[in-house]
């Protein structure tokens, strides 16, 4: 029954922003952190960004300054704010759940469809 919806993605000029939004929706299991990754095809899924239940946060040196995570948890959303997108930025974007290992937020594996992101120069 859990389920996980992003939304918010779309086409871009570079220099432009979008904002992710996560939805999720039958949530029951203990989890650490609610995460942002990201995935080109024929490469690794990355992770972006992250924020964990006590409220410190995480970002990939690619995205610090420019990328932005909140959740609010009366909603079960968390989301994404991007600024200043660069054509690197493009790919389908998810988020997750997961625990914190080793300082770092690794997912579940509980993937929704994911929101793609386009950006070009």
């Known amino acids: 029954q859990s389920r996980l919806v992003e939304s918010g993605g779309g086409s871009v000029q570079a220099g432009g922003s979008l904002r992710l939004s996560c939805v999720a929706f039958?949530?029951?299991?203990?989890?650490?952190?609610m995460g942002w990754f990201r995935q080109i095809p024929g490469k690794e899924r990355e992770r972006v960004a992250a924020?964990?239940?006590?409220?410190?946060?995480y970002y990939s040196d690619s995205v610090k300054g420019r990328f932005t995570i909140s959740q609010d948890s009366a909603k079960n959303t968390v989301y994404l704010q991007m600024n200043g997108l660069k054509p690197e930025d493009t790919a389908m974007y998810y988020c997750?759940?997961?625990?914190?290992?080793?300082?770092?937020?690794?997912?579940?594996?509980?993937w929704g469809r994911g929101t793609q992101v386009t950006v070009s120069s």
């Open positions: 039958g949530v029951t299991y203990h989890y650490d952190c």
């Open positions: 924020v964990y239940t006590d409220g410190s946060t």
């Open positions: 997750a759940p997961g625990d914190r290992i080793d300082g770092k937020c690794l997912a579940f594996g509980y």
